[in-house]
């Protein structure tokens, strides 16, 4: 059975930092692209970042860009995302995901992934 688990959300002040981690098993995810998505009350799910499956590459929404890092543990089934600088409009419930590396379709998009965590929320207060 395919689980996806992240870790790492709860309070924190805005300027300050948060580290999520999601680790994934059930199956190799040395072919899947990993990323992550949150969603706040009332709106719809937002990609935040996305790592190739070799950790080579990586991918931010505009809204995080130069604030989030996201990053692959040495097995592949963990990622992180670094949240730096966050700021209430921060405040969500953020998804791990997978997709295979070779799906098609948009990379932004949730429809495109295969595999998602149950979140885990963040909020940050103002």
């Known amino acids: 059975q395919v689980q996806l688990v992240e870790s790492g959300g709860g309070l924190v002040q805005a300027g300050g930092s948060l580290r999520l981690s999601c680790t994934a098993s059930?199956?190799?995810?040395?072919?899947?692209?990993m990323g992550w998505f949150r969603q706040a009350p009332g709106k719809e799910r937002e990609f935040v970042a996305g790592?190739?499956?070799?950790?080579?590459?990586?991918l931010y929404g505009d809204s995080v860009k130069g604030r989030f890092t996201i990053s692959r543990g040495n097995a592949k089934n963990t990622v992180f995302l670094h949240m730096n600088s966050l700021k209430p409009e921060d405040t969500a419930v953020y998804y791990c995901?997978?997709?295979?590396?070779?799906?098609?379709?948009?990379?932004?998009?949730?429809?495109?992934?295969?595999?998602w965590g149950q979140g885990t929320q963040v909020t940050v207060s103002s």
């Open positions: 995901s997978a997709r295979f590396t070779y799906s098609m379709g948009n990379y932004y998009s949730a429809s495109t992934y295969d595999y």
């Open positions: 790592i190739r499956w070799s950790g080579g590459s990586s």
């Open positions: 059930g199956r190799s995810f040395s072919s899947y692209d």
